[in-house]
């Protein structure tokens, strides 16, 4: 069954270091997110990702974060100067282009783990 | 601001049991439902869409009420493996647009006991 790969499965860094996430999405998906679930909390979406372009953000997404698909294959997130409080499991999702009503899944990866120290 | 609600639980039942959640959400414009399953630590996995006209699998059967804005999941004849996290998810993405712009409840953590 194709999946969403992710790596690292955990990273830890230091405050302000800049870290980025890496993500392979379903191969013929064309929709792809991150979503972050700080431990004990509930999965938050971060952005969404169509046509080489950002389509949707949250307002956790600021100036910190930035989104890539450096070639065909891999989607990338980059926390430029990172925070205690960016800890989190990181989800990279990727979707089907659907119409009409939107049926059909989001495959989620199996996350990274982000620690800053 | 989008809201999902869920009972945080946790639901301890016996094995065989059956077991309802609740979940009730804000954005009366969103336009998919869903129920994901999440295991300690490890990625949502979806367990099924939600229509308004109800839909079961197997065990599994969702309900949706637009104008209650209402979601819930019956389980029947629990089994230890559904022990795990139930989160009610929300898509708000643009209608029509294949966009999954999910908004997810906290989840009602289910432990299903022998």
């Known amino acids: 069954e194709p999946e969403v790969t992710q790596t690292p499965s955990h990273q830890v860094t230091q405050m302000g270091q800049e870290v980025i996430l890496r993500c392979v999405p379903i191969s013929n998906h064309l929709y792809f997110y991150w979503y972050r679930q700080i431990l004990g909390q509930k999965v938050e979406f971060l952005v969404s990702f169509y046509n080489n372009e950002i389509s949707e953000k949250s307002e956790i997404f600021d100036d910190q974060f930035s989104v890539e698909r450096p070639d065909g294959s891999n989607f990338t997130l980059k926390i430029r100067s990172t925070k205690l409080e960016d800890s989190a499991m990181y989800f990279c999702?990727?979707?089907?282009?659907?119409?009409?009503?939107?049926?059909?899944?989001?495959?989620f990866g199996q996350g990274t783990r982000l620690t800053v120290v | 601001r989008k809201e999902v609600e869920q009972d945080p639980g946790p639901f301890n039942v016996p094995e065989g049991a059956t077991v309802a959640f609740n979940c009730t959400y804000s954005?009366?414009?969103?336009?998919?439902f869903f129920w994901y399953r999440q295991d300690c630590r490890k990625e949502p996995k979806l367990l099924m869409s939600?229509?308004?006209s109800g839909n079961e699998d197997g065990r599994f059967t969702a309900q949706l009420n637009r104008a209650s804005q209402y979601i819930s999941l019956l389980i029947r004849d629990s089994k230890l493996s559904d022990s795990a996290t139930y989160l009610c998810v929300v898509n708000e993405g643009p209608s029509g647009a294949g966009s999954y712009q999910l908004t997810f409840g906290k989840g009602t953590k289910l432990s299903v006991i022998p």
């Open positions: 939600v229509y308004s």
């Open positions: 954005n009366s414009a969103s336009q998919s």
């Open positions: 999702a990727s979707s089907d282009l659907l119409s009409g009503t939107g049926d059909g899944e989001a495959f």
